[in-house]
């Protein structure tokens, strides 16, 4: 089977700053993998440099199976790649459907979800249809954000900390998406700070530090992980 994602010995830069260095990685269709680490191990540049939103890439991203790291970041989102980044990008001026029927379906991606389909998933996001931008709270503002991507066909999910900052019910309500997606058999790449949101989630665990990886594990293992979880992340 070929992975959905295979990164090996990625190192990336911005400007004269070396962030990543050697990371190497597998993520195989319909898998949920969370990247953990402290702030500044390099999860965020690792799923900006799957983008190409970094400066100068070595090394090797494989997305089922077609390397991309000669590849302008427009090319690598039509394969069908979806990122959110942690500042979600939605535009104030427009509501909240507008936002959504924004970006156009991608041609390499499978068929996206309609909106219907989306707001049968997020019904605050169908409440909110008319509301602008702005006036979504964070949390409404995050729902958009990964549905946004849904409705392109994107069927490999890059989510940069879509907890952080959230209150308890729509995280689960995130937590819910995920499980969902999950099982319609999307492929997801979380990073994430929230270790109890993303603990019971992920299929495989990847820890990072100093932009490398250091440990990667299971599902099954994390229990017998957690000391050196501990030490790594102060969980």
Known sequence: MTAALEIKGLQAWYGESHVLHGVDMVVQPGEVVTLLGRNGAGRTTTLRAIMGLTGARKGSIEVNGKETIGMPTHRIAHLGIGYCPEERGIFASLSCEENLLLPP??????????????YAMFPNLAERRHSQGTRLSGGEQQMLAVARILRTGAKLLLLDEISEGLAPVIVQALARMITTLRAKGYTIVMVEQNFRFAAPLADRFYV????????????????????VLTELLGV
């Open 208 to 227: 990072m530090e100093h932009g490398r990886i250091v440990e990667k594990f299971g599902a099954a293992e994390l229990e017998a992980k957690m000391p």
């Open 105 to 118: 379906e991608l041609k390499g991606g499978g068929q996206g979800m309609s909106v219907e389909e989306i």
